[in-house]
């Protein structure tokens, strides 16, 4: 075999194997290319749950400042049915009437009914 048949040959195998090197880039590019596409897709998925955890965030917020906020009020509201309680206890009586065997409660005593009834549903 001559020199000049030699280098043809050695061409030849090199001309294949950077055909073949390039095909095997060709594909790593295509697998990089649908990797990138995945990752695109998976930040903007990112992007929109982040955006919903915010979102929720900002309702727990709402919610936790609502519920200060009615603990407050609460308690303000017993408060008061606590006072009106003393009101009405110190005022609350009954009369009898002849015609009745049963005592007639007086305004006070119907309104101290319903302040002690509103304090236990209020749980104080």
């Known amino acids: 075999m001559s020199e000049i048949q030699t ?53 727990v917020e709402r919610h936790s400042n609502a519920a200060a906020a009615s603990r407050l009020y609460a308690s303000q509201a017993k408060d008061a049915l606590v006072e009106c309680e003393e009101y009405f206890d110190d005022r609350a009586d009954a009369e009898y009437f002849t015609d009745s065997a049963a005592p007639h409660p007086n305004e006070e005593m119907k309104l101290l009914t319903l302040v002690r009834d509103a304090i236990k549903k209020a749980g104080a």
Not at 16 to 41: G, M
């Open 7 to 59: 280098l043809k040959d050695e061409i030849a195998r090199l001309t294949r194997e950077l055909a073949d090197r390039n095909l095997k880039v060709s594909d790593l590019l295509i697998e990089n290319e649908a990797r990138n596409a995945a990752i695109y897709h998976l930040n903007r998925e990112l992007a929109a749950e982040k955006e919903c955890v915010e979102d929720l965030r900002a309702e």
